[in-house]
């Protein structure tokens, strides 16, 4: 069983052992919970708590849609998630090596990756079997985890740099099917953290071998930062964020060209105030140079 499986394994158990200290304000520890996390296994490697996903909060913030577009949203986002899906479990299509890894990216800030990254969550943890693990892979700009009230918690970068075990940094939701891994704490260096074997070797831990278990990557903008670059080097696949009608052809061709030659590339188009048609969706391969459309929605 993997590092994750078994992580989130303890989390349920833990949970399930009553008096677990739930929403975002709850600070984990106290004895009690201590017995509960020995009694389930592992007292040391699962201090985590369970976020409570505030959805007005985050409607608020601009990141969910307003109620009466809801039901368009979850339409376009099930587009979206199909072929990303397919892709990992090579359903229809070749299967992609890591395709279960996916960076959401963009070229330049504003365009809709945070946006993306946790809609895509959320429509993506419904299917059937599957789960998701976001991770807020924006460690300079951590928006996700500042939302969700775990900006000062350990995460990525401390178990990159600190060793600290995946199982601690990772939190259970409130939402069945959907768990999270916090920035962690800002480091001066970043790039090379990311950069760095450990990472390499945290992310294929959180890829393991189970393509049905998702981990989809918030990130930060590639023509702005070489962090975001280390990131894409290590997953499977990429969708790249463009927002309609403000981000110019030339940058979103500067964007795909710090990706490595060949590497699976999927474009949404964000914001388009124009209806959606057959062009809104393309995947892209670096292999194949020039975009193909891959969705008639
Ligand atoms: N599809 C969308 N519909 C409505 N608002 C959006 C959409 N995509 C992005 N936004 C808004 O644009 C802003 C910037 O998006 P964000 O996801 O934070 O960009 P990035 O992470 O790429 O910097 C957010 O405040 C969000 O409210
Ligand atoms: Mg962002």
Redesign the pocket.
């Known amino acids: 069983m993997s590092v994750i499986e078994n992580a989130i394994k303890r989390l349920q158990a833990a949970r399930a052992g009553a008096a677990f200290a739930r929403g975002t304000a709850g600070a984990s520890g106290g004895a009690a919970r201590r017995r509960e996390l020995a009694a389930a296994g592992n007292a040391a490697a699962a201090p985590t708590r369970t976020i409570v996903i505030n959805h007005d909060a985050l409607r608020i913030?601009?990141?969910v849609?307003p109620s009466h577009q809801e039901r368009e949203l979850a339409r376009q986002f099930r587009h979206i998630k199909r072929p990303l899906i397919n892709n990992a479990l090579g359903r229809g299509v070749p299967r992609l090596a890591h395709g279960n890894l996916i960076m959401v990216a963009?070229a330049v800030?504003?365009?809709?990756?945070?946006?993306?990254s946790l809609n895509l969550a959320f429509s993506m943890r419904l299917e059937e079997d599957m789960s998701v693990l976001l991770v807020d892979g924006?460690v300079v700009n951590p928006?996700v985890s500042r939302i969700l009230g775990v900006e000062n918690e350990p995460g990525l970068l401390e178990v990159v740099r600190d060793n600290v075990p995946l199982g601690a940094a990772i939190h259970a939701t409130d939402v069945p099917g959907l768990s999270f891994l916090p920035a962690g704490r800002p480091d001066a260096n970043p790039t090379e953290l990311l950069a760095s074997v450990r990472m390499s070797e945290v992310v294929a831990q959180l890829g393991g071998h189970d393509p049905t278990r998702l981990v989809l990557f918030?990130s930060a903008?590639l023509l702005l930062t070489t962090e975001s670059h280390a990131l894409a080097h290590l997953v499977g696949q990429i969708l790249l964020?463009v927002r309609a009608d403000l981000t110019a052809q030339q940058v979103v061709l500067a964007a795909l060209e710090t990706l490595e030659e060949g590497k699976p590339v999927s474009l949404v188009l964000?914001?388009s105030m124009k209806p959606p048609h057959a062009e809104y969706y393309y995947q892209y391969s670096g292999n194949a140079g020039t975009p193909k459309n891959a969705s008639g929605a």
């Open positions: 913030a601009g990141l849609p963009s800030p504003g365009e809709g990756k945070t946006f993306t924006d928006r918030d903008p964020v964000n914001q």
